[in-house]
């Protein structure tokens, strides 16, 4: 399973960006998709992920902000950020469970600026 992430950048606080992932090669066997993110000097954690059904999960900090959402048939999984906050930044990594392997996209910035 390989997947590519696209859409990170910089933004002013307050402002929205859409990320997007896209899954190629052994797509059949995907369950969980979902997006962490690593800020500088931090570990990673998880943003958001959503289930084959489309059930989706948040952490707290991004409750009402994030929406994660995905298309079974690519697959692609895509989080929408709305009312970026400077604590948002950092490098945001799609990952795929694949039979219960994981699988990490390249990682996208996203900066976003007081």
């Known amino acids: 399973v390989q997947l590519q992430a696209s859409g990170g950048g910089l933004v002013q606080a307050g402002g929205s960006l859409r990320l997007s992932c896209v899954a190629s090669?052994?797509?059949?066997?995907?369950?969980?998709m979902a997006w962490y993110r690593q800020a500088p000097g931090k570990q990673r954690e998880l943003v958001a992920s959503?289930?084959?059904?489309?059930?989706?999960t948040y952490v707290d900090s991004v409750k009402d902000r994030f929406t994660i959402s995905r298309d079974n048939a690519g697959p692609t999984v895509d989080l929408q950020m709305n009312s970026l906050k400077p604590e948002d930044t950092g490098v945001y990594y799609c990952?795929?469970?694949?039979?219960?392997?994981?699988?990490w996209g390249q990682g996208t910035q996203v900066t976003v600026s007081s």
């Open positions: 990952h795929a469970d694949w039979l219960g392997d994981g699988f």
């Open positions: 090669g052994s797509i059949f066997g995907i369950n969980d």
């Open positions: 959503i289930t084959f059904a489309g059930i989706s």
